[in-house]
């Protein structure tokens, strides 16, 4: 997008996020649940489903450099409405990369409005990712038989496709995954929601089950076996974009520190002023311009054609510590009354630590960054 349409389209959307949805953060806390009546059509207005789905199927195509921007702003809200327009737009993204034409013409349209979703369908509750799947995809003539379970799968509560990968051979070798599109209402395909999660309220996160679920061999994504490569590049990017997650929240951390070691007062004066205050605003700060930067040398990679396994990693690891030492601190500026609800930082701080989980735990992004260097990879500008 044109740099002055986008500065205008995200002026707009940060004027809807704090105006239309802040104000949602009480009822959704309250009722761990995401009033969808009311959130959808104000994520339609302003364009929040379509944020990385291409121009030609109705979304507004944005690089993620200028992505980045706008999940971070969400971010700094309730944090189950960052995990809806965050997987959404992950996985629309994903889509227009590995689909076929038809696919995607017959799917990222009804993304681009919210009329349809894409959830990610990996995570299983008995088995590893990768070449330890356990959900197997049997060729049948013209059909995949798959079976299998998997979990932890987010907006699985209203997601009307699924890109679920499976083994299409009964052994682990890399061509063994691939990636199969599955609708909602497919027979033989059950959706069951978890138990309420620590923070992110009204996220979904459901428990999918697949007893001789019948797809049609048309709905391979890509080339069969070429799953893990699939689901390696959906994840790198993705977790450039929890590393965003992880900066919007850590700057609203910080900011309402700022703000209120300004206000607060004891013996007489702020406690901004006292020398053990203003370290914990100064290592918030460091923490908040180091990952800025990471993200936003990563993000220009990516937008140029490059791949950034190593510097996704190592974004996403250092945004998920940094928010947590930014976090840690804004409690400590608030002292007891930053554990209560009277400031938004008790959800902040529990919002943060669902950055440790996504995409991949901590031991995933060293080996990932670890693995590179090894290879010889060395970062460039």
Same mark, same amino acid.
């Given at each position: 997008?044109?740099q002055?349409?986008?500065?205008?389209?995200k002026?707009r959307i940060?004027?809807?996020?704090?105006?239309?949805l802040?104000?949602?953060?009480?009822?959704?806390?309250n009722?761990?649940?995401?009033?969808?009546?009311?959130?959808?059509?104000?994520?339609r207005?302003?364009?929040?489903f379509?944020?990385?789905?291409?121009?030609?199927?109705?979304?507004l195509?944005?690089?993620?450099?200028?992505?980045?921007?706008?999940?971070?702003e969400?971010?700094?809200i309730?944090?189950?409405?960052?995990?809806?327009?965050?997987?959404?737009?992950?996985?629309a993204?994903?889509?227009?990369?590995?689909?076929?034409?038809?696919?995607k013409r017959?799917?990222?349209?009804?993304?681009?409005?919210?009329?349809?979703?894409? $959830?990610?369908?990996l995570?299983?509750?008995?088995?590893?990712?990768?070449?330890?799947?356990?959900?197997?995809?049997?060729r049948?003539?013209?059909?995949?038989?798959?079976?299998?379970r998997?979990?932890?799968?987010?907006n699985?509560?209203?997601?009307?496709?699924?890109?679920?990968?499976?083994?299409?051979?009964?052994?682990?070798?890399?061509?063994?995954?691939? $990636?199969?599109?599955?609708?909602?209402?497919?027979?033989?395909?059950?959706?069951?929601?978890?138990?309420?999660?620590?923070?992110?309220?009204?996220?979904?996160?459901?428990?999918?089950t697949?007893?001789n679920?019948?797809?049609?061999?048309?709905n391979?994504?890509g080339?069969?076996?070429?799953?893990?490569y699939?689901?390696?590049?959906?994840?790198?990017?993705?977790?450039?974009?929890?590393?965003?997650?992880s900066?919007?929240?850590?700057?609203?951390?910080?900011?309402?520190?700022?703000?209120f070691?300004k206000?607060?007062?004891?013996f007489?004066?702020?406690?901004?002023?006292?020398?053990?205050?203003?370290?914990?605003?100064?290592?918030?700060g460091?923490?908040i311009?180091?990952?800025?930067?990471?993200i936003k040398?990563?993000a220009?990679?990516?937008?140029?054609?490059?791949r950034?396994?190593?510097?996704?990693?190592m974004c996403?690891q250092?945004?998920?510590? $940094?928010v947590?030492?930014v976090t840690?601190?804004?409690?400590?500026?608030f002292?007891?009354i930053?554990?209560?609800?009277?400031?938004?930082?008790e959800?902040?701080?529990?919002?943060?630590?669902?950055?440790?989980?996504?995409?991949?735990?901590?031991?995933?992004?060293?080996?990932?960054?670890?693995?590179?260097?090894l290879?010889?990879?060395?970062?460039?500008?």
């Amino acid at each position: 997008m044109e740099q002055k349409a986008y500065e205008e389209l995200k002026a707009r959307i940060f004027d809807s996020i704090w105006r239309n949805l802040d104000p949602l953060e009480e009822e959704i806390e309250n009722n761990e649940a995401l009033p969808y009546d009311k959130l959808f059509p104000l994520l339609r207005e302003m364009g929040a489903f379509g944020l990385r789905i291409p121009e030609e199927y109705g979304g507004l195509g944005l690089t993620v450099s200028q992505y980045i921007d706008i999940i971070a702003e969400f971010s700094k809200i309730q944090g189950g409405i960052r995990v809806v327009v965050h997987v959404h737009n992950s996985m629309a993204s994903a889509l227009s990369k590995i689909a076929n034409e038809e696919q995607k013409r017959a799917v990222l349209p009804g993304c681009a409005v919210g009329e349809k979703s894409v $959830a990610f369908a990996l995570t299983e509750p008995d088995h590893g990712t990768g070449l330890d799947l356990g959900t197997t995809a049997t060729r049948e003539g013209d059909h995949f038989i798959i079976n299998g379970r998997k979990h932890l799968i987010t907006n699985s509560d209203f997601a009307s496709h699924f890109i679920v990968f499976a083994k299409t051979k009964a052994d682990k070798s890399e061509d063994s995954v691939s $990636a199969i599109l599955v609708e909602r209402d497919t027979p033989g395909f059950t959706i069951e929601a978890l138990p309420e999660t620590m923070g992110c309220k009204g996220g979904e996160h459901g428990v999918l089950t697949f007893e001789n679920v019948r797809v049609p061999v048309t709905n391979l994504l890509g080339e069969e076996g070429k799953g893990v490569y699939q689901l390696e590049e959906a994840l790198e990017i993705s977790r450039l974009y929890i590393a965003a997650t992880s900066l919007g929240t850590a700057e609203r951390a910080f900011d309402l520190s700022v703000e209120f070691a300004k206000e607060r007062k004891t013996f007489g004066k702020p406690i901004g002023e006292r020398q053990a205050i203003q370290r914990y605003i100064a290592e918030m700060g460091i923490d908040i311009y180091a990952l800025r930067n990471m993200i936003k040398d990563a993000a220009k990679k990516w937008d140029s054609g490059k791949r950034i396994p190593a510097e996704a990693s190592m974004c996403k690891q250092f945004g998920l510590e $940094a928010v947590g030492r930014v976090t840690d601190r804004a409690l400590l500026v608030f002292g007891g009354i930053g554990y209560t609800r009277k400031y938004p930082i008790e959800r902040l701080y529990r919002d943060a630590r669902l950055n440790w989980l996504e995409e991949g735990p901590p031991t995933i992004q060293y080996m990932v960054a670890a693995r590179e260097f090894l290879k010889g990879y060395r970062w460039e500008e």
